[in-house]
């Protein structure tokens, strides 16, 4: 079996690429952007050289992207979990929606076109289901952030973020339903995701957003950042979702939230890491440190059918505090 995975040097790709080792005894082509990470990446992975190659893939702005070349000789599935996560932009179309979309359909096409795929699974967001107006209930994969391009191109980067989400999202929809795919599609959307992380990081500035964030509540620094939603997930666990969506067929065709049911707040995070760490043992939490409990989700759908289960969050924070603060003693 040959698998090709996107984002792979990314936070949640590499945890994806060594679930995919530990999990299946596929080979693994992993398309990178930036070819000195895909070194990097395989270098920390050496004793799999043998399952393991890079192909190089245009950035997906590129008015030349065509990741046909990436799908030659014999592809069974792909896992795409690349796509731009920032918000530190100015063009919101140009910098994340389009890239987003881009991303997608061109990997659709070339999967497509390679006529040796049977299974896509897309790394889709929460960000494609919330519904910020949104007071109560139960959210399932069935919900969709009513969101407009319109506003995704004028509102705030946050919101960009969203709509590149679900626009690349419904995209790969439209073309899995067309019937030009020939093969089929799972989606997956977490929330926030936490964990240690095994990607080619140099240091803190370069962690990934959602690492970052939790990082700066667990530093104690202020303001300390406020929980969109109080929805999170292991990234060890979403990897391993990722996977078992690739391999199990009735999988196919479905849109899965991967979540815990366990909620957080960033007030809950520092108090977590003023328990288990030295650095932090004096620090006073204040806030809240009850996590909003007004909406709910459905992530039990997605550890039945995709046979997973969760980890707590106490394990999820103290995982990437402990290696953050390793890194950093380190210098
Ligand atoms: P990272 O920023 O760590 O990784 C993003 C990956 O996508 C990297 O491999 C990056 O390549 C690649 N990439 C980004 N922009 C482009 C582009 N324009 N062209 C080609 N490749 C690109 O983010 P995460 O690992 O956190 O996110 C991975 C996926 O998970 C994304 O689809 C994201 O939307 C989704 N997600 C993440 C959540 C989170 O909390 N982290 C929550 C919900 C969904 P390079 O290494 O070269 O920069």
Redesign the pocket.
């Known amino acids: 079996t040959h698998i090709l995975l996107?984002?792979?040097?990314?936070?949640?790709?590499?945890h994806i690429l060594d679930a995919l080792l530990a999990h299946t005894s596929a080979n693994i082509r992993v398309a990178?952007?930036?070819p000195h990470?895909g070194t990097a990446l395989l270098a920390a992975r050496a004793s799999h050289a043998a399952r393991l190659s890079t192909v190089t893939?245009?950035?997906?702005?590129s008015p030349e992207l065509d990741l046909t070349p990436a799908l030659a000789g014999g592809i069974d599935g792909v896992i795409h979990?690349?796509?731009?996560?920032?918000y530190d932009i100015t063009d919101n179309e140009a910098e994340l929606i389009q890239?987003?979309i881009r991303?997608v359909e061109a990997i659709l096409k070339a999967a497509a076109a390679a006529g040796s795929v049977k299974r896509m699974v897309l790394?889709?967001?929460?960000?494609a289901v919330l519904d910020i107006n949104r007071t109560s209930g139960t959210y399932t994969a069935a919900d969709w952030n009513p969101i407009t391009y319109a506003e995704g191109v004028a509102d705030s980067p946050v919101e960009a973020?969203r709509a590149?989400?679900k626009f690349a999202e419904l995209a790969a929809w439209e073309f899995a339903e067309s019937g030009k795919a020939g093969f089929d599609l799972v989606t997956i959307?977490?929330?926030?995701?936490?964990g240690p992380v095994v990607?080619p990081v140099g240091g803190v500035a370069e962690l990934?957003?959602?690492?970052a964030v939790l990082w700066r509540a667990a530093e104690g620094r202020e303001p300390r950042p406020v929980a969109r939603v109080a929805f999170w997930v292991d990234?060890r666990d979403l990897a391993v979702a990722h996977v078992q969506a690739l391999l199990r067929p009735e999988a196919g065709g479905k849109r899965f939230l991967v979540a815990s049911p366990e909620r957080f707040n960033y007030a809950l995070v520092a108090k977590i890491v003023s328990e288990e760490f030295e650095f932090a043992r004096a620090r006073v939490v204040e806030g809240s440190l009850v996590p909003d409990q007004t909406k709910d989700i459905d992530g039990e759908t997605a550890a039945r059918e995709l046979g997973i289960s969760y980890r707590r969050l106490r394990e999820s924070v103290v995982d990437l505090v402990a290696q953050i603060s390793k890194k950093q003693e380190e210098g």
């Not at 996107?6 to 590499?14: E, K, Q, S, V």
């Not at 893939?57 to 702005?61: G, H, L, M, N, V």
């Not at 979990?81 to 920032?86: D, K, L, M, R």
């Open positions: 996107t984002g792979a040097t990314g936070f949640i790709g590499a990178v952007r930036s990470k893939i245009p950035d997906f702005a979990a690349a796509s731009p996560v920032t890239p987003a991303g790394t889709s967001s929460f960000a973020y590149s989400k959307a977490p929330p926030m995701v936490f990607h990934n957003d959602s690492a990234v």
